[in-house]
C-alpha cells in the first residue's frame, strides 16, 4: 500500500456506472408514502400528475439494486465528476491528532454542491418523457441553481419558487437562476391558489421550504407539459446521490482504506443517504461495520427530537403523507438561524435507519458551526457552506476525541458545498452577532399539533 495522496482521484473509467438502491438491503423497508385522501399507499398512477414516470418508477422500487446510470448523465456528470476525495492532513495536524480524516468534497460545480448529481438526473427523465418543463421550490437557493443549470444544458423550462426570505436576502443565487434561464418567483406568491391562502392567514411571513413545495407542486399539475421535481427528501434524490458514496468506495478501496465513522449533515437526508449507502448496504450484509452520524442543527433538531410518524411533507398539505422523523410541517426554525437544514422532516430510509439503530444523530449550535466552519477554512482552505459545517463540527468533535484517547481512527465525512453566497451569515458570525437558538418543548409542541392524527 503506497502512501495516500492529498487528493484521491479517480480515472473517468473507474466512475460508476449505475446508482446503488440501498432500499434494496433494508430488512426493514422505509414505510411507503400514503395518499393524504385515501390513507392508501401512493400508486404510481396517484403520483403521475405531479412526478416523472421514470422518476416514480425508482421512488417506488424498494428492491432493484442497481440502477444504470443514463448515458447523458453520465457524460454531464463527466464535466464536475468524480468529485475529490481530500485526506485532511492540513486539519488533522492543526488538531493534533491521530484520527485520519477524509472528505469527499461536492463544491466544486458552479451551483456549489451535490444538488446537481440529482438535478441532472430528474431534468434528464423529464426530458426523455417529453415534457416541456419541471417546477420546484429552492431555499437557500442550491438546489434550484443545480436545477437551472441541468435544465440549460437540456433546453427545458425550469420554474423555481424561492423562500421569500432567502429571495430577498441571497440576490446572486436568484441572478445566477435567471442566467441559467430559470423562471424564479419568491415564495409564498400570488401565482397559486396555496400561495394566496398562506398569505393570507400569515401576512407579511418571510416564507418556508413546505409552503413552496405546496405552490411549485400546484404549479406543476396546473401547466401543461409540467412535472415538479425535488432536490431532497425522496427516495430517488438518495438513489442518485448514492454516486457520491459509490465514488468515495472505489477511491477509499484502491488505497485499502476502511472508515470506521462516517458523518454527513441532514437536511432532508439526500447527501448523507447518498454518502453512506453503499456502507450501509454491507453493513446489512454482515460485511462490515461502521458507525454512521448524521448531524443536524439544534434550531431544527428533526431526528434528535422529532417523532416518528406519517406527516405532511409541506405546509399546505397537497404532497403525501411520509413516515419520518419530524417536528411536524408547521414548525419553523427561529428566524436567525442562518445554517440551512431547515426542513421539517427527514427521508424516510434514514428515518428508518435511525429507527432501527443503524444511524446515530446529534444536533450541534449554529456558532459551534461557524468556528468549525473557521478552522476548517483556515487550514484546508476550502470556505464550506454552512450546510457542509455541521459535518466539519462533527468531524472534528470525534477527531479530538481520538486526541484525548489516543485512537487512530478512520473519520470520513461529506464536505456538501461551498459558502460563497452564506457570506452575511459569515458576517454575523465574524461580528460576533450570531446567537443560538434552541427550540423550547412548548416551541416543539406547536409544530407537533400541525401533524395530522393518525396511527399507522
Ligand atoms: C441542500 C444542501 C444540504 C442539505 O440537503 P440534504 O438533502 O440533507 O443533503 C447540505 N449541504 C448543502 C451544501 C446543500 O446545498
Redesign the pocket.
Known sequence: MSEIPYKIYLEESEMPRAWYNVRSAMKVKPAPLLNPATLRPMTADDLRPVFCDELIAQELDDTTEYFPIPEEIRNFYKMYRPSPLVRAYCLEKELGTPAKIYYKF??NNTS????LNSAIAQAYYAKKQGLRGVTTET??G??GTALSMACAYLGLDCKVFMVKVSYEQKPFRREVMRTYGADVTPSPSMTTAVGRKILEEFPGTGGSLGCAISEAVEAATTHEGYRYVL???LNQ?LLH?SIIGLECKTALDKYGVKPDIII???????????LISPFVGEQLRGEANYRFIAVEPASCPSLTRGKFAYDYCDTGMVCPLAKMYTLGSGFMPAPNHAG??R?HGM?TVLSQLHADGLLEARSVEQTKVFEAAERFARCEGILP?P??SHAIRAAIDEALLCRETGEEKTILFGL???GYFDMTAYGQYNDGKMTDDIPTDEDLARGFASMPRIDI
Request: overall charge negative.
Open positions: 461536492e463544491g456549489g454542491s451535490h444538488k431555499g437557500a442550491q438546489w432536490g431532497s427528501v434524490v446521490q454527513g449533515c441532514a437536511g432532508g437526508g439526500s447527501n448523507l443517504g447518498g440551512g437544514l426542513y427521508n457552506a450546510e457542509s456538501t458545498g461551498t
